[in-house]
């Protein structure tokens, strides 16, 4: 993924609200499960990370990506948005690289 295309799917994650959030349990394999529903979806997911999650949200978000064949886009303090695109039928077209 190029800069470019990163950037033009932040500018669509800026205003998505969290769906999901990692809290106590940290990831379970339901949140994997929910979270790679949604990507079929949405093929973007913002997901926050509670205060009570004492793990690094980069490497949470690195570890759902692996398991759900995304990428992270960004992480920003405790949020952060995976991107997988729809491998029939993509929703969101991506600027040339």
Do not use: W
């Not at 093929?43 to 570890?63: F, H, R, S, T, Y």
């Not at 886009?73 to 991506?94: A, N, S, T």
Request: glycine share 4%; proline share 5%.
């Amino acid at each position: 993924m190029t800069s470019k295309q990163r950037a033009y799917l932040k500018g669509l994650a800026s205003t998505l609200n969290a769906t999901f959030q990692v809290g106590k349990a940290s990831l379970t394999p339901e949140l994997t499960k929910a979270v790679d529903e949604s990507l079929l979806k949405n093929e973007l997911v913002k997901i926050a990370v509670l205060k009570n999650c004492l793990d690094d949200p980069g490497e949470i978000a690195q570890m759902i990506a692996e398991r759900t064949h995304a990428e992270v886009v960004q992480v920003i303090g405790k949020k952060f948005v995976l991107y997988r695109p729809d491998k029939e039928k993509p929703r969101i077209v991506l600027p040339r690289a």
